[in-house]
């Protein structure tokens, strides 16, 4: 007798069903089901659950669900699964599946067609459908003894060739049914007669040409089809694959099974329409009480068969010696290939329509670290990162596409992969496809490119690091702003190195010391200018930060320093920390310009001072006062004395962190080049002090220390250009002092220059504006350049110059005007114009200084011009 009940349920259960996200677009869907030729999917949540991914099921969406879609006329643009699908299908769990015609009586009674299974936890298993039923029962032998009268269906839904697509639509969600028999048009009865979203049938024997189902209408939406405008002629699944009803169960199973459809229509004598035929038709036959009453039959019908097998089994031996050669051929090929995979060092994997990997080389076992077992009959899922899966599938469909639509194959891209230890390296893969009988295989053949990516990340970061030191060492070179430099410094530093905060620590003489530029990320407490005494600094690593000790803390907390720099580095926020020294050397400007430290633009300056203190010990006899004494050594102003300026730190305080060997590398040579534009910026201003005391030295006379003529003359050429473009006033006061030559007769010439210097102290109290400008004209002669000035201003500042002279009473015996030294005075006032000039101005102050003296001195006289 048959038990049916010993068939275990596991055969039954798809445990690779196709599944999406609650976040899938619906046309996306409905084009994956397309493909797989799915009639649901699962839609699934993934859960990380410790060490292991966790699949739970939230919904399911069939083809019936499609045909409600499309009957409500709901647009599908924009919308996910999660909107669409079932909510909290009924599942099995299975453990308590044991029973296939249990399984069966829940079927029919539920009105089932797919089963989720799922094990103790809620995890999902697999899916049970009537296909796959069908599969785990074939072949039925018993079968033959049933015809496809007795299982039938009569009441079948029918409609004419010329409805639409909408219309159809609509009749099948109304009916509840998965299909509909297109009928040929008959008289009276065309696709007008839709009333109410029913349609009138005919009651006259209908000639079937064609039929639609729940899948046909899946593939129009996928396919974006017009459902009002295409009639259902131009798109029936034609002809139609008929069978009569005298026909046993087992030819309507296997006709179904060859031509991979669900159902069959059935014919009578005349070609007309009698009834329909399912697979659930033939899973309502396995009625367990039927079974039993065909088990006797079955029997004889065994025995019939065993003396047919026996004539069979001999004609098989025979066929079985020539296959055997045959299989001994072919295997020694597939091992030649097994051999030649095996030896290669890429991985080659190939994988089915499912996405389940069929073929997994030693090359994939090395780098992938998993036995081809563990991956064998596995979804290549295994092998992608979380997130990647649906990004993959995309692409596989790309190469599915004609060769101008989408991806070429065997092109080589880089895509990303899992290790059995779930670390992700990046991969090259070229993809191929293969259409076989049985189906579509894939083969990629990857190679594992993480050695490639870190050298090329090593040598980005090596170029990018020197870019930084040439960008930095470039602007040293060329800007002398060090503040510009350093805050441009820190800047770059943290975010190359990604740090929260970047700064240069500058140390005063008792070792405290002042956070002088910083860089901080947004998020941290900005510490810039603040002053911070650090008592154990001095005592325990002073010395050491001069003689080049790097500080490289991973974190403060775990590293075993000391409490006191806990102390001082928590309250900054510093988690982890790395510090060098800033080492400027101390040398003589000659000593600098000699070693190359000075930049281009300080050794200019350098030879204008230069240049200048030549030209001032030649125009003064005080000028050998200043010049510098040359030393015996010419390399003794070179000598390097090393001290500790300061310290450039990189603070990461959200986290702990491993400071890179580069890392600290990078750091040293930035406070090399930072050492050196602080060098160069303190020469630099050195260097400018100097040349300006020289100018100034150069431009003044050196007995009266007012401007010497040559100051003069540049000065009144300025103030002359300037006041043409402002139209404004200018004026000049030349002033003589009365019966000179007679005062130096008598007092001599030491006396005579006292007397001059205090006539230009005089002077210069009368005239306190900054832009007016005293200087000696030459012997006993001064001017006074007063622009914005106009005569009447002018004679007031020349008349305040005469009182002062006067007020001095300085002893003049032999005057013929005083007993005291006295000035005459000849002012000139212009508002000056391009077609004038500069001497123009001199020669009127000049004829007004001779007539004051011919008036007969001490006075003062003004001419305009």
């Known amino acids: 007798m048959l038990i049916t009940s010993a068939f275990s349920l596991h055969q039954a259960i798809d445990r690779h069903p196709l599944t999406v996200t609650p976040d899938s677009p619906v046309y996306q869907v409905i084009a994956l089901m397309s493909q797989a030729r799915a009639s649901c999917v699962l839609v699934v949540e993934r859960q990380q659950l410790g060490a292991d991914d966790r699949i739970f099921i939230s919904g399911i969406f069939t083809e019936r669900d499609v045909v409600k879609v499309t009957d409500q006329e709901r647009s599908i643009e924009g919308v996910a699964i999660a909107e669409l699908m079932t909510h909290k299908p009924f599942t099995l769990k299975e453990a308590e599946a044991q029973d296939i015609l249990t399984l069966l009586k829940l079927f029919r009674q539920a009105k089932f067609r797919h089963l989720p299974i799922v094990d103790d936890q809620s995890t999902l298993v697999g899916l049970i459908t009537h296909q796959s039923l069908r599969e785990v029962l074939q072949p039925a032998d018993w079968m033959r003894l049933r015809r496809v009268t007795e299982v039938m269906t009569t009441q079948v839904i029918q409609a004419p060739s010329t409805i639409s697509l909408i219309q159809l639509t609509q009749l099948m969600a109304q009916k509840r049914v998965s299909s509909v028999v297109i009928v040929q048009n008959t008289e009276g009865h065309n696709s007008t007669e839709v009333q109410s979203g029913d349609i009138s049938l005919p009651h006259s024997p209908s000639i079937p040409v064609g039929i639609i189902t729940e899948r046909d209408i ?6 974006g089809l017009d459902f009002y405008k295409t009639k259902a002629e131009t798109v029936m699944s034609s002809p139609l694959l008929p069978i009569r009803s005298s026909d046993s169960l087992i030819a309507a199973h296997e006709k179904m099974r060859q031509q991979r459809i669900r159902r069959l229509v059935v014919l009578g004598d005349a070609g007309e329409l009698i009834g329909v035929i399912t697979q659930t038709s033939l899973l309502q036959a396995l009625d367990p009480i039927e079974v039993d009453a065909s088990v006797g039959a079955l029997q004889r019908v065994i025995e019939e068969r065993t003396a047919e097998l026996v004539q069979t089994n001999k004609r098989l031996e025979q066929e079985i010696s020539e296959h055997q050669k045959t299989e001994a051929a072919r295997r020694l090929s597939e091992g030649r290939l097994a051999g030649i995979l095996n030896i290669a060092q890429d991985a080659v994997i190939s994988v089915d329509e499912q996405m389940r990997v069929q073929l997994f080389n030693q090359g994939a076992e090395k780098i992938f670290g998993y036995t081809a077992a563990e991956v064998l009959q596995q979804p290549i899922d295994l092998l992608l990162p979380p997130g990647f899966t649906k990004a993959h599938r995309q692409h596989i469909f790309s190469l599915s596409e004609p060769a101008d639509g989408g991806q070429q194959m065997g092109g080589r891209r880089e895509i990303w992969l899992r290790r059995k230890d779930r670390t992700e390296f990046p991969a090259e893969a070229s993809i191929s496809k293969l259409d076989l009988p049985e189906g579509t295989v894939w083969t990629v053949i990857l190679r594992d490119i993480s050695d490639r990516k870190r050298t090329e990340e090593a040598l980005r970061h090596q170029m990018a690091r020197e870019r930084l030191l040439a960008s930095l060492s470039l602007r040293i070179r060329q800007s002398l702003d060090i503040n510009t430099i350093l805050n441009t410094t820190v800047a770059e530093v943290r ?30 407490v900005p510490i810039l200018g603040t002053t911070i005494h650090d008592i154990c600094f001095a005592v325990n690593y002073l010395d050491r930060y001069e003689n080049g000790r790097i500080e490289a803390i991973e974190d403060i907390y775990t590293s075993g320093i000391s409490q006191c720099r806990i102390d001082l580095l928590a309250p900054l926020q510093v988690r982890a920390n790395l510090v060098v020294p800033i080492l400027k050397e101390t040398r003589g400007a000659e000593g600098l310009v000699s070693t190359g430290i000075l930049s281009e633009a300080a050794e200019q300056q350098h030879d204008i001072v230069t240049q200048n203190s030549v030209r001032a010990k030649h125009s003064r006899s005080e000028s050998s006062a200043i010049t ?13 004395a090393p001290s500790l300026w300061g310290l450039l730190g990189v603070h990461q305080c959200s986290r702990a962190r491993r400071w890179q060997e580069w890392e600290i590398d990078l750091l040293k040579q930035l406070a090399t080049q930072v ?4 060098q160069q910026a303190e020469l630099y201003q050195k260097l400018l002090a100097a040349n300006q005391q020289l100018l100034e030295l150069a431009s003044s006379d050196g007995l009266t220390l007012v401007a010497n003529r040559r100051r003069f003359d540049e000065y009144l050429n300025q103030e002359w250009r300037r006041l043409v473009r402002e139209r404004e006033p200018l004026s000049l006061i030349l002033c003589d002092v009365d019966f000179f030559k007679a005062y130096n007769d008598t007092y001599g010439h030491i006396a005579g220059d006292i007397c001059l210097q205090k006539v230009a102290e005089a ?9 007016d400008l005293v200087a000696r004209y030459g012997g006993e002669e001064f001017a006074v350049i007063l622009p914005n000035t106009h005569s009447a201003g002018a004679v007031y500042v020349a008349e305040q110059i005469r009182s002062k002279v006067a007020t001095m009473q300085i002893d003049h015996p032999n005057s013929q005007v005083s007993q005291f030294i006295t000035l005459s005075l000849g002012v000139g006032s212009t508002i000056p114009d391009y077609q004038s000039s500069p001497a123009q101005l001199i020669a009127a102050a000049d004829q007004a200084l001779y007539e004051a003296k011919a008036q007969g001195r001490d006075r003062t006289v003004a001419h305009n011009v």
């Open 675 to 678: 050492a050196i534009a602080l």
């Open 218 to 223: 899946l593939q129009f939406r996928a396919l």
């Open 763 to 771: 002077i210069r109290q009368a005239t306190r504006r900054p832009a």
């Open 628 to 640: 510098p004494k040359q030393s015996a050594n010419p390399d003794a102003s070179a000598t390097i």
């Open 495 to 524: 975010q190359f190195l990604k740090a929260d905060r970047v700064i240069i620590y500058r140390f005063e003489p008792d070792w405290s010391g002042i956070i002088a530029v910083e860089s901080v990320g947004p998020g941290w």
